[in-house]
């Protein structure tokens, strides 16, 4: 079963402080998706990796993708109020040809002034 | 842009009563899924659908059913509705291996 876990759960930051949010998953898959949601609202998509080595990057937030550790980080550069919100991660599973994708825990993030 | 539509935002029903929740994507997606959000445990898969009149159980498809008719349009189905079923539905679809697109959300209290 495939397993997507977030870390940290939770963040609290400083404007103007970098962080890291990690997304480990348990099995073998070569896309990964970041999505943001707003209290509130729907999931928004931020950025998707598709492959190895993959890097994106939107304003302050920087993804990339290692298939190989099973590992995709969420970087935040220079923090600002309008970033606190809760990422969520999530993994493409193949079960029987079809796609089931499968999200992390989320990690909700609060900027402070 | 791509347009998931969620039938209700909010919804109160009874405990027993059958309850739909509709979802409808405009964008010709093969692929359509159902979750629910509850605090501190993410986004929890119930069934997902890769074509019309298919359907996969996700991680939690107990005390629910799906159906998908028409390839734009998949249906949640609460056989008999119970309060450990409150809880934030979310639909989403997208075509395989790219990303998938939300819906609104549809915040169901049983009561």
């Known amino acids: 079963e495939l397993k997507v876990e977030q870390n940290p759960l939770f963040l609290s930051m400083q404007e103007g402080k970098n962080y890291t949010i990690y997304c480990n998953y348990s099995?073998?898959?070569?896309?990964l998706y970041w999505y943001r949601q707003d209290p509130g609202k729907s999931l928004e998509s931020l950025f998707v990796l598709l492959s190895n080595g993959a890097v994106k990057q939107e304003g302050r937030l920087m993804a990339s993708l290692d298939t190989k550790a099973r590992l995709s980080t969420l970087h935040i550069t220079a923090a600002v109020h309008d970033l606190s919100a809760t990422y969520f991660c999530?993994?493409?599973?193949?079960?029987?040809?079809?796609?089931?994708?499968?999200f992390g825990q989320g990690t909700r993030l609060t900027i402070n002034p | 842009d791509v347009k998931v539509t969620q039938s209700s935002r909010y919804l109160v029903k009874r405990t027993g009563e059958k309850v739909f929740l509709e979802c409808v994507q405009d964008?010709?997606?093969?692929?359509m899924f159902w979750y629910r959000q509850d605090p501190g445990l993410g986004l929890r898969l119930i069934y997902f659908?890769?074509?019309?009149?298919?359907?996969e159980k996700g991680d939690i498809p107990e005390g629910y059913s799906v159906s998908r008719e028409k390839k734009e349009r998949f249906s949640l189905i609460l056989e008999s509705a119970s309060t450990n079923q409150t809880s934030m539905y979310l639909c989403?679809?997208?075509?395989?291996?790219?990303?998938?697109?939300f819906g609104q959300g549809t915040r169901l209290t049983v009561v």
């Open positions: 999530a993994v493409d599973a193949q079960i029987q040809g079809a796609q089931k994708l499968v």
């Open positions: 989403a679809s997208n075509v395989p291996g790219k990303e998938a697109f």
């Open positions: 659908s890769y074509d019309v009149k298919m359907k």
């Open positions: 964008m010709d997606h093969e692929n």
């Open positions: 099995t073998t898959s070569d896309r």
